[in-house]
């Protein structure tokens, strides 16, 4: 079943699809009645929740669902960061102003340039004025002191200066899209449960990433399509196997109250520990094998430390495992 969730920033649901304009044309002049989906705690901010909301408007052109959702800190999330950039744009038309007229500042065509880039991803937020103020002054023809028979031609001195304000009903429409995103989908299920669905995905690319590049998968010259299902099944147990190791040391860390574990480079803590995590920390515990006649007679283990003990604890397997092996690693 096709399943599609995107940002309007994805390629899939870009920001100039009619769909996205038309309802935020619509969202600067009506009011809607948002759906109650769920809330849940703010990862970066404790103290806080996060609401969401959704409504379903028109479909798609392709005639897919579209799933708008609010979400209460993207809302505050976007307000902040235009305030930022409108108070970044105000300061540098400040800075400008008194430069007109000078060095690379002199003509209109350069002078609209600046302003611009002074304004980047905020012009249509102010009115802007560039005033040409035009001066009738008379200049002498041919050198030498002025004389009674000097003759004067006039030219016309322009200058130019700077007026700016705020555009509030600009900045009005603009924050009615704020905490608003478009989710696309076929999937005949609850719009909060596509939202979930959405917010889970992160999860599933993770899992996508520790494939590519902890586990190494790269592509293969397999001619039986057998051996190909071989393969993949080995991968997915792999992966299965370090998903769960995860999931095991965190879940007993949050069992027995461990808030960190010192297994980062340079004995940096961390709170979520990774498959990486472990692997890395892990390399600096060796294995010495005494050998006669092709037969291990003696096995030394060097480099467990307490955190070492703490972390195979967590992860629930022996140490008995490393101090007690008589087989190679």
């Known amino acids: 079943m096709f399943f599609e969730l995107n940002f309007t920033s994805k390629p899939c649901v870009p920001k100039n699809r009619s769909e996205v304009k038309q309802f935020y044309e619509f969202l600067k002049t009506n009011s809607i009645e948002w759906q109650y989906a769920y809330e849940t705690p703010n990862s970066r901010k404790k103290s806080e929740t996060i609401v969401y909301k959704t409504y379903e408007g028109q479909p798609s052109q392709n005639g897919y669902r579209i799933i708008w959702v609010h979400s209460s800190a993207k809302e505050k999330q976007d307000n902040s960061r235009r305030e930022k950039r409108i108070a970044k744009a105000d300061l540098q038309l400040t800075e400008l102003s008194p430069r007109l007229n000078q060095y690379n500042l002199k003509t209109k065509q ?5 302003i611009k880039k002074a304004t980047k991803g905020t012009f249509d937020l102010f009115q802007i004025q560039l005033i040409e103020d035009k001066q009738i002054v008379q200049r002498q023809i041919g050198p030498g002191k002025p004389g009674p028979n000097t003759q004067y031609k006039e030219e016309e001195n322009i200058s130019y200066r700077l007026e700016w304000e705020l555009d509030r009903q600009a900045v009005a429409d603009l924050s009615s899209r704020d905490g608003i995103f478009p989710l696309i989908t076929n999937a005949e299920i609850e719009a909060s449960e596509v939202l979930k669905a959405y917010k889970n995905q992160p999860y599933l690319e993770k899992r996508m990433y520790t494939s590519k590049s902890i586990l190494k998968i790269a592509p293969v010259f397999l001619k039986k399509p057998k051996r190909i299902e071989a393969i993949t099944f080995l991968y997915f147990i792999a992966l299965m196997i370090v998903s769960l190791m995860e999931r095991n040391i965190r879940k007993n860390m949050a069992d027995e109250e461990v808030e960190k574990l010192p297994i980062l480079p340079s004995r940096m803590n961390t709170k979520t520990p990774t498959w990486n995590n472990l692997s890395y920390f892990f390399e600096s515990v060796h294995l010495s094998l005494v050998e006669k ?10 480099g467990v430390t307490k955190v070492h003990e703490t972390v195979l604890r967590l992860l629930e ?3 008995s495992i490393l101090t007690s092996s008589h087989t190679r690693w």
Do not use: H
Not at 293 to 302: A, D, F, L, P, Y
């Open 110 to 114: 350069q002078i609209e340039k600046a």
């Open 293 to 302: 006649n092709g037969r291990i007679m003696q096995t030394i283990v060097k």
């Open 317 to 319: 397997v022996p140490l």
